[in-house]
Each structure stands twice: as C-alpha cells, then as structure tokens.
C-alpha cells in the first residue's frame, strides 16, 4: 500500500494535479468530464508528472545542464514513488518546484492502483532529456523513435488505467499517439524554429531541396511545402491505424478518444488547407470546433 508522503493527504495531491491538468492549454481533452470519474484523478497526475518534466527541457531561463539535472532529480522522485519509498532530500536547493511532493503522492498511489509500468514514465523522460541535447533529427527512423518515447508511452498507460492490456490496442493506441505528436510538430513549426528544433527528416529536406536557410526566414517554399505535404501523407495513415483503439476501449473513454482523434484530424486537415503556412496562421482548436467535433464522435464510423 502507497501512502502520501507526511503532510499530505492523497486526495490534496490529486487536486493538485487537477489544477496542473487544467492550467494548460491542449489541442486535445486531458482527463475531461468524458472520462470515467474513477480514471480522472490517475489521469491528471500522470499529466502532471509529465507536464512539469516537459517544462524542465522547454520552458524558463534554465542552462542545458539545469535543466538535465531537473529531469534527472524528476527521475530519482520517480522511482522512489514507483518504490513506494518516502522521497530523499535533493542535494541541490530549488531544483524541482513546490507542487514536487503533491504530484509524487498522486502518482505513486496511481502507479500502484493501476499497475502501471514505471518503465514508460521513464520512456518519457528519456524523451524530454533529449529534447534538450538534441536539435535535428536525420531519418524518419529517427524521428519516430523519438515519438516511440514522447507520446506512446501516454496512450499505454491510459489504456492500463482503463483496464486494458492488449497488444492490438497498443499498437493502435501507439499510431494514435505518434499522429497526434507528428501533428503538434508540422503545426509547431515556427515555435520549435524559435527554440532551434526541427523534427522534419533532414534527409527529407534534402530529397526535396528543402533549405534550411528558407525556414529560418519563415519562407515556406514549394519545396517545404512538398516536404510537408508528404509528412503529413504519413501522418494521416497513422492516424488510420489509430482508429481501432477509439472503438474498442469500454465506455466513456471509446468517447473520448474518438473526440482526441477527430481533434487531431482537424488540426492536420486545417494545416493542409493552410498550405502549412503557420508562419502567418498556426491552425488550433476553439470553443466552436466542440459541436462538430462533439457530433462527428456521436456518429462515428467503427473502423473495419
């Protein structure tokens, strides 16, 4: 049996993690009303075990080293909540936020209740450690594998959370994941050109012509447009392949998937129909996509 760690009551750790999930802005639910209410709270801590670790390589005034050392005390919370082991004092002051102690409380009673691997939450901060040391990515290989760690992982610990372990479901539910991933980088285009990244195949870009000179000065030529057109090509058959899990999980959570599955199928369709051009108008989600979407899901097709 987990139990939070001294002075603090399990049910305070899961609301903090609710108001973790709810702070960010998604194209797609985080453990929405849709989902069954006993799912809700084991959602939002792995959101927010996640969520703070992203922050960690993404965002703040952090050195590469900083932030590596972050994710690596995340790590070592990790497998002591994992252990069911009350947390050491780190070495280094102010290196993980206040909420720490809350989110491990929550996610320790999560991986314990639902027996959930530890091993995919570390999937996830191998990821996120590589965001910070790595900027380009040579192959589709390469790329993919990078979303075998930052999205799969997500989609089999719903799935567990759910009840679920089926070697067909994951591997659709993993189709699903690197779609929506593949999708949040074709519709992120600029933001990670900011920040230095790009997960376009360069050996893509070159095949095609694709200059790199071109992005940086926000000019989408006929040759990225290319390159895009054919990424997004690849896009849409994985996310033919993820329809299966969105019609075989139980109950409310069949709902909520098909809703993330249309939601991520709208955001490619619109960056399609934009010609890619997010230097001018990057495609998202609003309050008056909810209806449609919202019927779309009701009337969905079962995939065959």
């Known amino acids: 049996m987990v139990t939070p760690s001294p002075g603090i009551r399990l049910n305070e750790a899961y609301a903090v993690c609710e108001r973790l999930a709810r702070r960010h802005y998604e194209n797609f639910p985080v453990a929405s009303w849709l989902l069954p209410a006993r799912m809700r709270p084991h959602v939002a801590a792995v959101y927010a075990f996640a969520r703070v670790a992203d922050d960690f390589a993404d965002e703040g005034a952090r050195t590469p080293a900083e932030r590596l050392a972050a994710l690596d005390a995340w790590e070592r919370r990790l497998e002591e909540a994992g252990e069911g082991r009350p947390p050491a004092r780190e070495p280094i002051p102010d290196l993980l936020p206040p909420d720490t102690d809350a989110v491990f409380a929550a996610l320790g009673h999560t991986i314990a209740a639902c027996r959930l691997p530890v091993s ?149 369709e619109r960056l399609e129909r934009n010609g890619f051009d997010v230097f001018h108008s990057r495609p998202t989600l609003g309050a008056a996509d909810l209806p449609r979407l919202a019927w779309r899901a009701l009337a969905w097709r079962r995939a065959t």
């Not at 372990?165 to 779609?179: E, N, P, R, V």
């Not at 994985?238 to 899990?245: M, N, Q, T």
């Not at 959570?253 to 955001?267: F, K, M, N, P, Q």
Request: charged share 30%.
């Open 120 to 268: 995919l939450f570390q999937d996830l901060l191998s990821a996120f450690r590589q965001d910070v040391t790595k900027q380009r990515y040579v192959s589709w290989e390469e790329v993919l594998d990078y979303c075998r760690r930052s999205a799969n992982p997500v989609g089999r610990i719903v799935l567990r959370i759910a009840g679920c372990c089926d070697g067909q479901l994951d591997a659709s539910s993993d189709a699903l994941c690197t779609a929506l991933q593949l999708t949040n980088f074709w519709q992120d285009l600029e933001r990670d050109r900011d920040k230095g990244r790009l997960y376009v195949p360069l050996d893509e870009c070159a095949a095609a012509g694709a200059n790199l000179s071109d992005l940086a000065a926000g000019r989408l030529t006929p040759a990225w447009r290319n390159v895009l057109e054919r990424a997004s090509a690849r896009t849409a058959l994985l996310f033919e392949k993820g329809r299966l899990v969105c019609d075989r999980v139980p109950g409310r959570l069949r709902l909520e998937l098909r809703l993330t599955w249309l939601g991520g199928r709208r955001i490619l």
